[in-house]
């Protein structure tokens, strides 16, 4: 989660309003219910686990071992199951 300080983004008069609450500290302000994203939607992390997947599913089905697979993407051979078998 990347901070920003206050300062920067909101009006003096509100910084000084929550000064009153919270000085020097750190404030979770969560996103409205329609947009809240999921986790790995902002950074594209979901996206680039959910392409190697299908790499990893891919391979196996053309012949590559769990073994070699597990070596190839530094994960266990229980990771790699979860992987395929997920569908």
């Known amino acids: 989660m990347k901070y920003i300080n206050a300062n ?3 009006p003096d008069v509100l910084v000084e309003e929550l000064q ?3 000085q020097a500290g750190y404030i979770y302000i969560p996103a409205k219910d329609k ?3 999921s986790w790995g939607e902002l950074s594209g ?3 680039e ?3 190697r997947n299908e790499i990893i599913i891919t391979e196996y089905y ?3 071992s769990l073994e070699e ?5 530094c994960l266990s051979i229980y990771a790699i199951r979860k992987i395929i ?3």
């Open 49 to 51: 686990l959910k392409e």
């Open 8 to 10: 920067v983004i909101l």
């Open 69 to 73: 697979l597990a070596n190839k993407y």
């Open 35 to 37: 947009q809240h994203k």
């Open 62 to 64: 053309n012949g590559i």
């Open 45 to 47: 992390y979901r996206k």
């Open 20 to 22: 009153k609450y919270v």
């Open 85 to 87: 078998y997920q569908k």
